[in-house]
Nanobody
């Protein structure tokens, strides 16, 4: 059974940093691309960053230069390093793995950027 567990969220001041983790189980982690999404209150879920199985990365324009996605296949874990955080980054962040047309999601982790 595929399971994704996010961690690392919390409350941070503007300009601060957080690192989110997504621990995967039940899949051959190394062969799949990993996505990070976020959903702010009252808004649609949006794609933030992606990393392919060969470590090619892509970012939403709103986070380019501030966020970095990475993966450690030996630990079956993906990361999202978030720097220079802004209040508009406040959202629930979700890890996503598409597998053969089916999307698997974690439970999400709350990130709040506020002074």
């Amino acid at each position: 059974q595929v399971q994704l567990v996010e961690s690392g969220g919390g409350l941070v001041q503007p300009g601060g940093s957080l690192r989110l983790s997504c621990a995967a189980s039940g899949i051959t982690f190394s062969i799949y691309g990993i996505n990070w999404y976020r959903q702010a209150s009252g808004k649609q879920r949006e794609l933030v960053a992606t990393i392919t199985n060969v470590h090619t990365t892509n970012y939403a324009d709103s986070v380019k230069g501030r966020f970095t996605i990475s993966r450690d296949n030996a630990k079956n874990t993906a990361y999202l390093q978030m720097n220079s955080l802004k209040p508009e980054d406040t959202a629930v962040y979700y890890c996503n793995v598409p597998i053969w047309g089916r999307n698997y999601w974690g439970q999400g982790t709350q990130v709040t950027v506020s002074s």
